[in-house]
């Protein structure tokens, strides 16, 4: 669901007044506290997802988006959206199963899929994710060399969050959370670390 930023504003500062004497956060000694929320609000979406499980997050499916490279050893590459944040499933076409745990450059599966006895295969097949000056590739192992077009099955990803129509995509869920990690956030910008203390204290989740 889609929920506007006017209505997480004023949950924000709902939550911020509940810990103040003076009752008002919405102007003080010139602060604009609104803006200091709308700021800080992608910020407070992005710490709480990264805390929540998978399926309870807004995904996109880009598989028709993606134009594979196929290599001549039967792997391939695919260039992925800007706005990806998290990979969750990703599948070719000939392959039994999609790839729902990757692995980047670092881990030790990486070098084996350079011999093509140990690489991955239309039976477990293996993606590796990698940032090359800003741009997100995927590169898949493997299909059999005789599959002479590659074709994306399903690429499902978890967005950054973006004001989109003035709102973010959210569960109803985790509207409260977003709000207090918010106002958490903010109080911190103000130099209050104890109430931004007591914001996150009151997170439940």
Not at 184 to 189: C, D, P, S, T, Y
Request: proline share 6%.
């Amino acid at each position: 669901m889609r929920v506007s930023l006017d209505d997480l504003v004023q949950r924000v500062k709902t939550n911020m007044e509940e810990l103040t004497d003076e009752g008002s956060v919405t102007v003080k000694s010139g602060i604009n506290i609104e803006a200091y929320i709308q700021n800080k609000m992608a910020d407070a979406v992005l710490a709480v997802w990264v805390s929540t499980p998978l399926s309870d997050l807004p995904q996109n499916d880009c598989a028709s988006d993606l134009e594979p490279e196929r290599r001549s050893d039967g792997s391939g590459r695919v260039t992925l959206p800007e706005d990806v944040w998290r990979m969750t499933e990703f599948c070719m076409e000939g392959w039994r199963q999609p790839v729902t745990t990757f692995i980047d450059r670092t881990s030790p599966l990486y070098e084996l899929q350079f011999n093509p006895y140990t690489r991955g295969g239309s039976v477990n097949p293996v993606c590796v994710l990698s940032d090359e000056e800003g741009v997100k590739y995927l590169d898949y192992y493997s299909l059999p060399l005789r599959v002479e077009e590659h074709q994306v099955k399903t690429a499902r990803y978890v967005p950054y969050p973006r004001l989109r129509y003035n709102g973010y995509e959210m569960s109803d869920a985790l509207v409260p959370v977003v709000c207090s990690t918010c106002a958490a956030l903010v109080f911190e910008i103000l130099g209050q670390p104890d109430r931004a203390a007591s914001m996150l204290r009151g997170v439940v989740r």
